[in-house]
């Protein structure tokens, strides 16, 4: 079992639609982040939480601690959303090692 | 720099060849980190630097890969009698400083190598 597991493995929505992505975790975190990786291969960090919620434009992000378990939403699916989408955490206090779910690849349809 | 480069872009090296990998962090980032991301596989944490020194060095797969940085800038990355198994998407990632709160990564591009 993965000490990071993601949900679904691959998504395919319509545009417009609202999405929700979920990420589930073993151990205990110092923080957790929520990357986007596009088709070419970059990678850009949307988030990265440690308590609550985090909102920036149409991306939202949250975060259970006692539940182990965080959530990203899209609101308003647009093709250009489709990436894989990958969730990381830090565990335990030293903080610097992430380790890696084995992302969501998302599809958004016009 | 305006964001983290890393080069070369690309790489392709014969097996038993040695290859360094570079990785220009953003200026005044303290912390760097080296990742690597195989064909259809997750990302994958090699080594953080804080500074020039390496902390956290546990995620090396092998003596065949090792890693400095000078300057607290720039980083190498060094994978010595490549194997075929080392073809990958090497990723180079820099923060403000160590993970604290509201600290966002920035990744590099990328270096793909390929062993041959």
């Known amino acids: 079992k993965n000490e990071v597991e993601q949900s679904p493995q691959n998504l395919t929505a319509q545009e417009g639609e609202f999405i929700t992505i979920n990420c589930s975790y073993s151990?205990?975190?110092?923080?957790l982040h929520w990357l986007q990786q596009h088709p070419g291969g970059g990678i850009v960090s949307l988030f990265m939480l440690s308590s609550g919620k985090k909102k920036h434009g149409r991306l939202i992000a949250t975060i259970n601690i006692q539940e182990k378990h965080s959530s990203l939403h899209i609101t308003a699916s647009h093709p250009r959303d489709s990436a894989v989408y990958i969730c990381a955490v830090n565990m335990g206090t030293s903080g610097s090692r992430l380790t890696f779910g084995e992302g969501t690849q998302l599809t958004v349809n016009p | 720099g305006a964001g983290v480069s890393q080069s070369p872009s690309n790489k392709v090296t014969e097996k038993g060849k040695d290859v360094e990998l570079r990785c220009d962090p953003i200026s005044g980032h303290t912390a760097l980190y080296w990742y690597r991301q195989s064909l259809g596989q997750g990302l994958e944490f090699l080594i953080y630097f804080q500074g020039n020194s390496a902390p956290d060095k546990s995620g090396l797969p092998s003596d065949r890969f090792s890693a400095e940085r000078t300057g607290g800038s720039v980083s190498t990355l060094t994978i010595q009698r490549t194997q075929q198994e080392d073809s990958a998407v090497y990723l180079c990632a820099s923060s403000v400083g160590p993970f604290a709160d509201n600290e966002k990564l920035f990744f590099g591009s990328g270096t793909q190598l390929s062993v041959l």
């Open positions: 151990v205990g975190i110092s923080a």
